[in-house]
């Protein structure tokens, strides 16, 4: 199986120690399953590599917009790592549930004036900026409140990381950051390093998403650290963090490696090391930020099937109980996906079929050409790795309600998000 926490017992797929037949059967479906320890694990592992193999400081920012809600800002509270949010939605959602947001970055290429208040009232840590006008909105606003915000600057390394191109963002044509090849980056800081009422206190990079090879960090590493060097010639400041972003891959299928998170983060460190000996700097404490590393095969969804619908001599389709609107990866960029009968584990997968969802769009697909028995309704359809990146993705498209969200953790199930309602889904509704 492409992930540890899977398992078969009697037939049945078995997901972080339970049956997930039972799962479905007990909160009906579609159904998000999490596994709280999957999650833990993850952040551990970061954590733990990031502090031995970088300096004891560094830290990973687990990247909230894969999946925001309140329980999982728990895990991350107590897992003693930080976060970055893109919103003040997910500042607000982050409060809520009592996570200290000092350890907060908030992201995002076009924060409003009201979110930028809102995020120094509450306490943020740190502000990304992504732009001239942004830095100055900031000071501005942070002045009229008599705060210092402390802020690092999104950098575009020109970095092509080899991935698809809708989660491609650290090439010079980005709509986010500023560029060094353009020489913007430097006249930003030069600015920056004016205003009284923004600390700076490094930069940051992102150069994309389902990254596997650790190549690419390395390069934007070493762009990176060339700009901290020349920053420090030009202007006497010393940049005292690094964040190298999110990115690194998942399995979503057997095709995909093996990923040995350790081993990237070690293999980058040793680079970092050398390079701030080269370039003559003090070597930064680094930041990344594991969106989908952390909680995509944290999570599952299970379907009921619906139809099977044979067009002779071209395709079979099965219908589910859900689809785009709560997974839209595949409709968006074709995303892989493993899919399999949970019921039905035992059997020969000797039937092709394309997993179809319910709303009225021929591109609602959650997989095309699937190998499986051959399924009938009624039967459990199972998505792996759909932690990161689907609920959070979720609309109400054809009036459909969002699932239920339902933990594991030591063996024990217990609902986190609620399934919508009718009424809740209609409540804003005048
Ligand atoms: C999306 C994003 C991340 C997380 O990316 P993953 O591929 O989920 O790890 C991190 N940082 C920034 C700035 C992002 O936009």
Redesign the pocket.
């Known amino acids: 199986m492409i992930c540890d926490n899977l398992s078969v017992n009697n037939g049945h797929l078995n997901f972080a120690g339970v049956d997930t037949v039972d799962m479905a059967a007990k909160y009906g479906t579609p159904l998000m399953l999490l596994d709280e320890g999957k999650i833990r694990e993850k952040c551990t592992i970061y954590r733990n590599a990031m502090k031995k193999y970088f300096t004891p400081d560094s830290m990973p ?1 687990y ?1 909230s ?2 999946l925001s809600f309140k329980y999982i800002y728990k895990i991350i509270a107590s897992e003693n790592i930080g976060i ?1 949010c ?1 919103s003040a939605g997910e500042i607000y959602t982050a409060h809520q549930a009592g996570f200290p947001l000092e350890r907060a970055y908030f ?1 995002g290429n076009s924060k409003t004036d009201s979110e930028i208040r809102f995020a120094i009232e509450h306490g943020v840590g740190h502000f ?1 900026c992504d732009s001239v006008e942004e830095v100055a909105a900031v000071n501005e606003i942070a002045a009229e409140m008599g705060k210092v915000q402390k802020v690092l600057l ?1 950098i575009t390394p020109g970095i092509d990381p080899h991935t698809h191109k809708k ?1 491609s ?1 650290g090439s010079v044509d980005s709509k ?1 950051g500023v560029a060094i090849e353009t020489h913007q980056a430097y006249e930003l800081v030069e600015g920056v390093l004016k205003l009284e009422n923004i600390g700076l206190d490094g930069f ?1 990079c ?1 150069i ?4 596997f090879e650790y190549d690419p960090f390395c390069d934007a590493a070493r762009i990176m650290i060339r700009f901290i060097a020349d920053i420090k010639k030009m202007y006497g400041y010393e940049a005292k963090t690094l964040n190298l ?5 998942v399995r979503y299928t057997e095709d995909d490696p093996e990923i040995d998170y350790d081993a990237n983060i070690k293999g980058i460190a040793e680079l970092v090391h050398s390079l701030c000996d080269e370039f003559g700097v003090k070597m930064p404490n680094i930041l990344m ?6 909680v ?1 095969d944290a999570g599952m969804t299970l379907y009921t099937a619906g139809y099977l619908k044979e067009i002779t001599g071209l395709k079979n389709y099965i219908s589910i109980d859900g689809g785009m609107t709560d997974n839209p990866r595949f409709a968006l960029y074709q995303s892989p996906y493993t899919v399999l009968l949970a019921n039905r584990m035992d059997e020969a997968s000797d039937y092709k079929c394309t997993v179809a969802g319910r709303c009225c769009e021929s591109g609602d697909i959650i997989q095309e050409d699937v190998m499986m028995p051959k399924p009938k309704r009624g039967d459990t359809v199972a998505v792996l790795t759909t932690g ?2 689907n609920y959070a993705m979720a609309s109400h498209y054809n009036k459909v309600p969002k699932p239920e969200v339902v933990m594991i953790k030591d063996g024990e199930d217990f609902t986190v998000i609620k399934r919508e309602t009718y009424e809740s889904m209609i409540s804003n509704e005048i």
């Open positions: 920012l990247a917009k894969a970055d893109v992201h990304v999104r989660i963002t986010f940051h992102h994309g998403s389902q990254i972003g999110g990115g690194m891959a930020e594991p969106g989908r590393s952390i995509a990161a990146y």
